[in-house]
């Protein structure tokens, strides 16, 4: 059977009507997996038996009438966030044999609102990546071209979801990981405010940036997952206890008389004239919605990729100091005490865009250096925030391309870490704003490949941003073209 | 240049990783052309400004100290490389 051009709203109505079972619906979900993985490699792990036993109880559920949000609908995870009992490597050697002894927050939620979980995405290690290259399980390949890089870091949740492997997927952005792959696969992806969704059990990259964020098909799902997922966690001290707005309602609310604002230094020369063209047609179709277009200005996004990978990098450096081969993942021991121990097993574990950052990162952190690298970043990073505050005092939203490109061929990018960072400048901002965006499909360059637009709104007003990207949705087609497969 | 094979091999040592010597002429170029592009924040003057920790407004979260909800410890020593009975195993630290 071929459900994979569902939307969950869709499946939802089914499965209460009684015309699907979530057992056949799950069936579908691993078949249509299996058969386009071997060109995808977008799982890392199949959570086969766990799911099937999930899908027959939620068919009891909805049986006795008790449906959450997502009862008996197949969703994967990005291999970042710990699921009970099931493999976690976040796309590492050093964690490829560690099984989780707990479930994420955001996972819990999942399965609360009756969500069958049938596997763990691909993902660039530590989710330190732009490609999906970095990935100790090997590239993820994108659904469009299959010669390309999906994005990343989270770019099997993004190549899933264009494939309809599974219609909703969670990923986490840190400094574009959702929005970046959620463009070049032509789905939709959401960073929530920082503080919005817990990140407890999420394994830490860069804990002031890190956010949990979905992606879907479209835009009504990807509210509805947003909805699943937010909210206070006493487990997780940075998530802000304010209260969580209903997603779904008021979706349709329209754009008329909102301000959107166009930062200028976002309209860059590098610019690829297809992007152009295509976000520079979203403005007039938002326009024609009733939106007011104002130019307006972010004067120190040119220092945002430098401040970003040093504050992202120092974190990561502090954060990756746990695996050490003591408590969990690859031990390499050949005799040497416990620093040579350490040091095997890192060696040995990380790969080489993980190395590389904790040793950038060790180096900002290191004395002599601390006040010059780290500190200065810092207060880059308050300089950039205030330009976001300051630009929200005059619009609603800001719209801005995702990516300078469409999605580069694998390996194009890989022996220039710098250059690969330089590709992240339109995403990186907002992670260190704090603020919420999102992606979402905009058009199609000459050879095919997706182009997302990006929609930037102010800290916690998720809702109006999803509005407005809903209103975009259902005045073009964009997202109903799929890739072949 | 900004920083040579030798500091390389110190935050190394610092960071518990080994690098071998084609790895280091590597990673030195590497660091070396992105600490160069990372100065360029030096073009701003900063003095005054607060640094910025987080991207929300944040204090001390403060809760009751009792006892919570933790790993059963042969939860928490089920991924152990090794272990002894209630304990994770290192190697000799003390001759």
Known sequence: MKFHDLTIQEMRQKLRAGDLTSVDLTKACLERIKATDGELNAFITLCEDEALAAAAEADQQIKAGNTGMLTGIPIAVKDIFNTLDVRTTCGSKILDNYISPYDATAVIKLREQGAVIVGKLNMDEFAMGSSNENSAAGAVHNPWDTERVPGGSSGGSAAAVAAGQVVATLGTDTGGSVRQPASHCGVVGLKPTYGRVSRYGVVAFASSLDQ??????????????????????????????????????????????????????????????????????????????????????????????????????????????????????????????????????????????????????????????????????????????????????????????????????????????????????????????????????????TDGLPIGLQLIGKPFAENEML??????????????????? | MKINEKSVEHVARLARLHLDPNDLKIMTSQMDAILGYVDKLNELDTDG???????????????????????????????????????????????
């Open chain 1, 212 to 445: 949990v964020g979905p992606l879907a098909g479209n835009v009504e799902d990807c509210a509805l997952m947003l909805g699943v997922v937010a909210g206070y966690d006493p487990a997780d001290s940075t998530s802000v206890d304010c209260p969580v707005p209903d997603y779904l309602e008021n979706l349709n609310g329209g754009v008329a008389g909102k301000k959107i604002g166009l930062p200028q230094e976002y309209f860059i020369d590098g610019l690829d004239p297809e992007i152009k063209q295509a976000v520079d047609a979203a403005i007039e179709t938002y326009r024609q919605l009733g939106a007011e277009i104002v130019k307006v200005s972010l004067p120190h996004t040119d220092y945002s990729v430098a401040c970003y990978y040093l504050i992202a990098m120092a974190e990561a450096s502090s954060n990756l100091a746990r695996y050490d081969g003591v408590r969990f993942g690859l031990r390499r021991d050949s005799g040497e005490g416990l620093t040579g121990m350490y040091q095997q097993t890192r060696s040995a574990g990380f790969g080489d865009e993980v190395k590389r950052r904790i040793m950038l990162g060790t180096y900002a952190l290191s004395s002599g250096y601390y006040d010059a690298y780290y500190l200065k970043a810092q207060k880059v990073r308050t300089l950039i925030r205030k330009d976001f505050l300051k630009a929200f005092e005059q619009v609603d939203l800001l719209l801005t391309p995702v990516a300078p490109t469409p999605a580069f061929k694998i390996g194009e990018m890989v022996d220039d870490p710098l250059q690969m960072y330089l590709s992240d400048i339109f995403t990186i901002p907002t992670n260190l704003a704090g603020t919420c965006a999102m992606s979402f499909p905009c058009g199609f360059s």
């Open chain 1, 467 to 485: 509005q407005a990207a809903y209103a975009f949705e259902q005045a073009t087609d964009w997202n109903k073209r799929v890739p072949e497969l």
């Open chain 2, 49 to 95: 400004v607060e640094p910025m920790a987080h991207a929300v407004p944040m204090s001390n979260a403060f809760r009751e100290d009792e006892i919570g909800r933790s790993l059963k410890i042969e939860r928490a020593l089920q991924n152990a490389p090794v272990a002894d009975e209630t304990c994770f195993k290192v190697p000799k630290v003390i001759e």
